[in-house]
């Protein structure tokens, strides 16, 4: 009897230790599909961050490793969703006519820097756009932006009417109808074969902020850029998880997670990229490069030239549900109240 007893008390332990074991949090490590250089912020810095805080967040449970070569760029999207990989960094305007609302934070005559853009626009996400649904089967972690565009060329311009003609590669979205408004040769090519095409004489400049300056070697081709104070342009992206991937991780990871994402995450990141802007204003002094400030003049002609873009992609907006003049206005707004911090 008392050895049955002492049977069922260590079988009990064994239950007991056995439940605990398999409660804890199961170690998971997330693929990041990248798609840019190794040094590239994404890859140098954001990345390794984000890892770095989930797994302090978790206990070591949760962590990230990218991976590069899973897909091409305009391919991340559907690769996340699609479950190849975990998680990316995405373009929208590569995968034209999935995302639409996205376009507002890509628009001309708006100033600010990565980290004011990139709040502004998470915001404007969270306020107006999230509920149209357009990103299916994917967790949107943070929406931001690089900093500010500029024209970038192999000869000097110093007006958007020289650009009239020139052969510049242009990343889609909203630099898509900048491009034709000022009446370029428009060249399609994702971001990593820019230093291609431009050496290879395919295109003669590219539409393209400091950062790739060094990112993408850029400095090492285009001597020149045209840089309007105003706002030229800004790219849109997004920092996304695969839905099943979210919802399979234990409450306490999809709690660290959501402690992550957000305005604070797209802060961040606009921080890094501010940085980033910085190495490749760096990068582009070193190679001999030559900045151009538009003028008065020039930057009243291409507000001019580009008043038809905004308009047409608020009608876009619109069409989706959103209020694109409100949320046009709210993102604005945001960036002001950003730039004041």
Not at 36 to 48: D, L
Not at 235 to 259: E, H, P, W
Not at 288 to 293: D, R
Request: contains cysteine.
């Amino acid at each position: 009897m008392k050895y049955s007893k002492l049977i069922m008390s260590l079988g009990a332990i064994a239950t007991s230790i056995g439940f605990v074991a398999t409660s804890a949090s199961a170690e998971k490590v997330l693929t990041v599909a990248s798609w840019a250089a190794p040094f590239h912020t994404m890859n140098e810095n954001v990345f390794p961050w984000m890892s770095s805080q989930l797994q302090s967040c978790t206990g070591g449970s949760l962590s990230m490793k990218v991976e590069y070569g899973m897909a091409p760029p305009p391919a991340m999207y559907d690769t996340v969703r699609d479950g190849v990989a975990d998680m990316s960094w995405i373009v929208y305007g590569y995968t034209p006519g999935k995302f639409v609302n996205t376009m507002i934070a890509e628009l001309p005559g708006i100033p600010g820097n990565a980290r004011q853009k990139s709040v502004a626009f998470q915001k404007t996400h969270e306020k107006f756009f999230a509920s149209a649904g357009e990103a299916k089967g994917v967790e949107i972690l943070a929406n931001y932006t690089h900093g500010p565009g500029m024209a970038n060329t192999v000869n000097k311009v110093t007006s958007y009417k020289e650009l009239e003609g020139v052969k510049m590669r242009i990343g889609g979205g909203v630099a898509n109808a900048i491009g034709t408004a000022l009446g370029v040769a428009g060249v399609g090519a994702p971001a990593p074969k820019v230093y291609e095409i431009i050496s290879g004489g395919v295109a003669d400049g590219v539409f393209f902020p400091f950062e790739t300056m060094h990112a993408f070697k850029i400095a090492e081709l285009a001597k020149f850029s045209l840089q309007n104070p105003d706002g030229m342009y800004t790219t849109a992206f997004g920092l996304i998880m695969n839905s099943d991937t979210y919802n399979d991780l234990d409450a306490k990871q999809r709690g660290c997670v959501d402690d992550m994402r957000g305005v604070n995450l797209a802060r961040t990141v606009g921080w890094f990229w501010d940085d980033a802007d910085s190495v490749g204003a760096a990068a582009a002094a070193a190679s001999g490069h030559e900045l151009t400030i538009a003028s008065e003049a020039e930057r009243a002609y291409y507000k001019n030239a580009t008043a038809g873009v905004t308009t047409d992609v608020l009608e876009k907006v619109t069409s989706k549900g959103v209020d694109g003049a409100a949320a046009l206005a709210y993102f604005i707004e945001q960036v002001g109240i950003e730039s004041g911090n």
